[in-house]
Nanobody, 113 residues
Framework: QVQLVESGGDLVQAGGSLRLSCVAS????????RQWFRQAPGKQREWVAT???????NYSDSVKGRFSIVSDNAKNIMYLQMNNLKPEDTAVYYCNYLPPFQWGQGTQVTVSS
């Protein structure tokens, strides 16, 4: 069973940047995509980004142009580079694969205005 561990969340001021990391322990050879999601307080988990390969990436409209998903497949690590952060980006961020594994604990990102 693959375990996902997210890290890199922090408290940051609006306009700042963070890079989130996701390490997968286990066999991910049969996966075909990497994804990031987030869940703000009192809201449902929402999709943020998907990467099928380095040339095929999609982002939600709310983060397009500010966030970037990157993957180091050899090391089973994916990243979410987040720039120009806004208070509405405050959430717990989760990574996953396609097909998905069990969710990890997530990492908290808090953006102050």
């Amino acid at each position: 069973q693959v375990q996902l561990v997210e890290s890199g969340g922090d408290l940051v001021q609006a306009g700042g940047s963070l890079r989130l990391s996701c390490v997968a322990s286990g066999n991910t050879l049969r996966t075909y995509g990497r994804q990031w999601f987030r869940q703000a307080p009192g809201k449902q988990r929402e999709w943020v980004a998907t990467m099928l390969d380095p040339r095929r990436k999609n982002y939600s409209d709310s983060v397009k142009g500010r966030f970037s998903i990157v993957s180091d497949n050899a090391k089973n690590i994916m990243y979410l580079q987040m720039n120009n952060l806004k208070p509405e980006d405050t959430a717990v961020y989760y990574c996953n694969y396609l097909p998905p594994f069990q969710w990890g604990q997530g990492t908290q990102v808090t953006v102050s205005s």
